[in-house]
């Protein structure tokens, strides 16, 4: 008696000869051959939810797809689920309207809270979503040594994980590219640990790394980049043969300086991700469907932006049934009307139905998460005297632009009152502090920013890169103090704050990442966040989401952890006053 | 105490950063990346056989290339090693001076004769010889229930081989096409077998195959072809998702049809590989470094025939650390003179210097075979009358062309003396016989080939795709008897007989497919086998190859077995007599 797959496979073959109706059939579109750049006249057949045949078929059922234009399934090469504060299922729902079938996730932020039986809770719950949600093992967990998280991923454990989950393809971004590159025998073994469970790929983190740092970085293993900022960084690293991940996030927008390495080269070795994305980016703007468009409207070829999406991204990450209308492949499927504008009217998962017209149809609740993946966010009362910072002629300032995760390391003069260094919205500087949130340790390092151009009150997250402690950025020490309490009350989420009072907010109590309410809800929530944000000063687009990179130690050049400020050229603790 | 591979990669990763002079650095090429089709000025640092780096290092050797062009080691996708005659090492020595440094093989000419021991045997000598041979298990042995081979590979074997054997990366060409196509248990298996090893991939091999069995064909898992032989067949194959190998053999050369399909469509999914090539042609023409002259000749971009020669080849086959000369890949260099002539200055195998100017360097000798793969050919003596074929008024003829190894099913008038159907060098028709000579049995298939142009005597081999028993084509009954009685004497091999004697003669004792001689005396004979070929009036370019191929039933449209003549479109035997 054969088994069921064998079963399946005899039928999809028997469906792909024309002796036996398709389960279902896509009529009359015209389907796009990912391997010859062409728009074929086909009709689509599948069965057992696999793309059985392309010509002219017939279905038990039949969709009439006559005058649009059937794209494969879009792929996310990276992102952090997490950022969309998004259960799967939610994730899912706000994702797949869009067109995208496939993710690759890398959950480290919920393994920097829980460690990896965090991350196999996240993953079960993904089981029963029609969405394919592929992982890369988290390798950096705590990024740094200068991170306190809530738990640490080991070598052995990254090797374990790879060898009993199926969705586990690699090893997640090696962020700590400095000591990858010089040979610390903690990133040594985890590339070892990779090879280990069957030469896995390794996703790399490697922002402006260059030259000979660089080659040694690759010759570890390390084998894309999503931290390009310029075409001449992406170049560099492309000639040298890392898959160069096109971000187009809510805060590192890098699609427009890197086009050019595929307008001028091809889109060999490229592919697109979003690495992090807020909900209503995702509602307003959309997801790969959205990086598509963009592609487009600067110059690149629709059939070049839709390789990236689809084919390259499976290549890279070793997805050999997927990113293709291709027989055999997984039946992901994307009709849309106008090409370039990669509007999904219709979007089939596995040969199913999931979504029209810019919505989700029916996907199922899941399982709620664990209890304790509840209540992780452990503060005491802050009082404002616990943020003032001793007074200095000039400050080191974190310079937080635009569009990019990248600060600058500023110097500046202090404002100094009452004998302490203050924030100064005229000079749109304003005061940030990190508090340690997994152990209640009580340690909370201080610094100064500017470009968010915040005048009153304060926001905070306890979505902060990585080790998600508290981050808190504001102009009044005592509302800055009144967010922290907030969000210790909650469980975490994001919050603003002003005359000491929540103006907003958005709980996120599973591991102070993720809400549990729906998508349109955690977006609308999110529009008030950010509109309390503004009423407040802010004028940072996505402040948020700069917000919570400020405390990410592995990107260049000066940011914030709850020991005081990174140096993350140098690798080194800072202090505030610039001449101490 | 870190391991051998973690101190290696820790002093790869010092050498790429500069801390450390390399093993050898090539100084002042310039070399080609893979990845963007562009030529860098840098020098290439290699350690422990990897590439380190790119840039300017400083060595504990260097070798100065200032002038050369530096180009990654050339992949053979597919080729059956036996068809060389030569052993591994001995092929080393004929194809790295080519610039080839890593070929993917599929045994099955050995599989046919000793099952998968034999190729354990074979594979075993490959491991002390500077070439990287991966292979794929053969998946169709006997290649059709017409052939009679001496062994059988089952599912359960190739998954077996695929779980123990490093060397082996997935199943080879399903040559029973129809048969998978069309959903036969057996067929359905070793697609299995391939899976539960690890979703391996497999090879295809369809000649001809379109539409609705084409798809079923895809859908079952085959991904790629070597047989195409027209632009359109290729194409449709290609739009499909099938990886295309332009195939340049001794007897089937197909660049030059297919090439539209790169320049059309360019080098996405189309690797180069040679299938089946003589001794003397690997000597005189070379190998893939032959199929990039006439790629370019006939005008491909020399950058697309570099892709898919390198790292598209790699890419296909999984091979994630070959294909480029880029920091963690294999050190597999081939300096070139002048660009388009591809041919070879220098070649480093893993770091190692292994060819220069077309002469091999320290290739060691192998273990010799093992008895048992010796004195494999058992035929009983035969006689002019047990080649007689009954008179026939029309009779089936095959049609041979040169270049192909598909055959045309011709119906001729019979020539007739003396009541037998007899051959009629006037008219180009020879007799053909093949002879069971695993086990003995007497078994004689017996019919007419057209073609050869052969006047007098026989040309005889016991290289008879696939299964390997005696194929022997001549116009002269007596001489045809001898030619086979001297294959048994010799342990199998080639030869050719006129006049009742012996003209020439390669022997082949391991398993009748491998001559134990060095390279050049195999090509050698080889010339002087091809020149008595000639000498009895063969005009057939590569007579022998072509004749190898007259056995093999999985390829249109009219073949012969020892059981006869088979209609290989229909998959059925015929009689000769065209209208009994």
């Known amino acids: 008696m054969p088994d069921v797959r064998t079963q399946e496979l005899a039928r999809r073959l028997a469906v792909a000869r024309g002796d036996e109706p398709a389960d279902l059939v896509l009529r009359g579109g015209r389907v796009f051959s990912v391997f010859t750049n062409e728009f074929l006249d086909v009709d689509v057949a599948i069965s057992d939810g696999h793309i059985a045949a392309l010509g002219r078929y017939e279905g038990i059922e039949t969709s009439e797809v006559t005058g649009l234009t059937l794209l494969p399934g879009f792929i996310d090469g990276h992102l952090h689920i997490e950022s969309t504060k998004l259960l ?18 890398d959950p480290h932020e919920i393994s920097n809270v829980f460690g990896l ?5 996240l993953l079960r719950r993904a089981d029963t979503v029609p969405l394919d949600v592929f992982m890369m093992v988290s390798s950096c967990v705590p990024a740094s040594r200068f991170e306190s998280s809530g738990a640490t991923v080991t070598p052995e454990e990254i090797e374990r994980f790879l060898r ?12 700590d590219y400095q000591g990858l590159a010089h040979g610390s025998p903690d990133a040594l073994a985890k590339v070892e640990a990779a090879y280990e469970a069957g030469d896995r790929h390794i996703d790399g983190h490697a922002p402006g790394l260059t030259g000979h740092d660089l080659n040694a970085y690759l010759a570890a293993g390390a084998a894309s980049d999503h931290e390009c900022t310029t075409f001449e960084e992406a170049l560099e690293k492309r000639r040298l043969g890392m898959w160069i991940m096109l971000r187009e996030g809510s805060a590192a927008r890098n699609l427009e300086a890197l086009l050019p390495l595929v307008l001028r080269y091809g889109p060999r070795n490229c592919l697109l991700c979003t690495d992090d994305r807020e909900p209503n980016d995702l509602r307003d703007e959309g997801h790969i469907d959205a990086v598509l468009r963009r592609a487009v409207q600067l110059g690149c070829p629709v ?19 997927y990113g293709a209308i291709a027989p055999g492949r997984i039946a992901d499927v994307v009709a849309v009307a106008e090409l370039e504008g990669f509007e999904p009217v219709r979007v089939w998962k596995a040969g199913r139905l999931v979504a029209q017209d810019g919505r989700p149809i029916d996907i199922p609740a899941i399982e709620p998460m664990p209890a304790w993946m509840h209540d992780s966010v452990h503060v005491r009362p802050l009082v404002a005297a616990d943020l003032a910072v001793p007074a200095a002629a000039r400050i080191r300032v974190i310079g937080v ?3 990019q995760i990248v600060t600058r390391a500023l110097v500046d003069d202090a404002t100094v009152r009452e004998g302490v260094s203050v924030a100064d919205p005229d000079r749109d500087l304003a005061k940030i502090a990190v508090v340690e949130r997994h152990r209640n340790t009580g340690r909370i390092g201080l610094g100064f920013v500017r ?3 915040i005048r009153h009150g304060a926001i905070a997250s306890t979505h902060a890169h990585d080790a998600h402690n508290v981050v808190v950025v504001g102009s009044d020490d005592a509302d800055m103090a009144a967010a922290v309490a907030r969000l210790g009350e909650i469980g975490g989420g994001q919050v603003a704050v002003g005359g000491g009072a929540v103006l907003a907010e958005i709980p996120c109590p599973v591991g102070g990442l993720v ?6 809800e955690v977006a609308s929530r999110f ?11 802010v004028t940072l687009p996505a402040p948020f989401m700069a917000l919570s990179f400020l405390a990410l130690s592995v990107v260049p050049e000066l940011k914030m952890s709850d020991h005081g400020l990174v140096d993350t050229v140098g690798m080194r603790l800072v202090s505030i006053d610039a001449e101490g």
């Open 88 to 105: 799967p299922n939610q994730f899912a729902r706000a994702v797949l309207p869009h067109g995208t079938t496939t993710v690759v996730i």
């Open 117 to 121: 039986d965090g991350v196999r809770e």
């Open 164 to 175: 009993t989950e199926p969705r586990a393809l690699g090893v997640a971004e090696m962020m």
């Open 303 to 321: 059939e070049d932006a839709l390789v990236m999406a689809t084919l390259n991204a499976a290549r890279y990450h070793r997805l050999h049934r």
């Open 401 to 403: 632009e635009s569009g």
């Open 451 to 453: 470009g968010f151009g």
């Open 515 to 520: 809400s549990e309410l729906p998508f349109e």
């Open 527 to 537: 529009d008030t966040l950010e509109d309390a944000a503004r009423e407040i000063g």
